[in-house]
């Protein structure tokens, strides 16, 4: 009998289990600081935004409303120094990862109907792991590389997409005008198109910090970077993390004019479409930027004391110049560490579910309580006593 399904890895975070059972013996109780969910409470404004909406009896579009493609937009010029956006080129998307997911089958990628050939999608040497499977799930092939000058010209000339993320998880590295430029350019030299998944974009810490006196975190869309032309490009964002909006699923996406026509006539013939009480939500979470700072001051006190915590019990913290994690090593393989910080009751996520070179490193989130945090940097602390 014929095998159904798509042969996929299995899903990486079920390795974690023994390790769960181990944290869960602490007399204080697990701390989880893996997977990075919010904690948070939704901002009381987006939760009646959303109530507001609930007398949603007919079908919402997939492109979106006028009115929250018109606050994308605006978002975009105020938030992310992107202008010359048309409400044309936004659309709302059922959360980032089905996008990333879905982004190359939605492009036509695959086999290359008349040479036979692969094409290749290209993503991070350390990337969320979603990068891969939407390769997969097209058919296409894959590739991990930091710059496309590291592939061999036998691929290279088969690349489609490249992904970029900045800010990244799981180090938190943080991607500069320049870089995204020369990018860019070497995407459009070989005719393939560029998706900036930017999610954690609000969420920079030290030179980026702009509460702080820092530089906001550059878009792929950003005029500095591809001087108003958005040809070959996309930027992805979510609302997850800025807004405490994971159970949402509001995400979107902005970008090339002539493509997005396509992308957004596939998701109307598969019912890829964002509810349309969230699309109230979304407008209400983008046009106040009041909750999104008082959430990063928030993520700001939490990361402070874990930095402290993580440096006094022997770690190395790398990157993590942006984003909700803390990208850490103690000078050990992945999995000793996974132990080490489990037998302290505290989960972290395994560094070698994000590439290659990640072992040796875990990926300790700041989506935690107060007192949760508190607890993690006591025991860390405690645990060189």
Known sequence: MRAYGIDLPEYPWEALAPYRAIAAEHPGGTVDLSIGTPVDSTPQLIQDALAAGANAHGYPTTHGTLELRQAIVDWFARRRNVHGLSTDQVMPTVGSKELVAWLPFLLGLGTHPETGERDVVVYPRAAYPTYEIGARLAGADHYAADSLTELPEDVKRRVRLVWVNSPANPNGVVRGIEQLRELVRHARDIGAVVASDECYAELGWGEWDTARGGKPVPSILDERVCTGDFTGLFAAYSLSKQSNLAGYRAAFIAGDAQIMPNIINTRKHAGMIVPAPVQSAMIAALTDDAHVAAQKDIYRARREILVEAITAAGGRIEGSEAGLYLWTT????????????????????????????????????????????????????????
Do not use: M, Q
Not at 331 to 358: D, H, M, N, Q
Not at 359 to 381: F, P, Q
């Open 330 to 385: 103690f000078g050990e393989s992945t999995w000793e560490s996974i132990e080490r910080l489990a037998k302290l009751g505290i989960v972290a996520g395994p560094g070698v579910f994000y590439g290659e070179g990640c072992d040796g490193y875990v990926r300790i989130a700041l989506t935690a309580s107060d007192a949760a945090v508190a607890a993690a940097a006591e025991r860390l602390k405690g645990s060189v006593a």
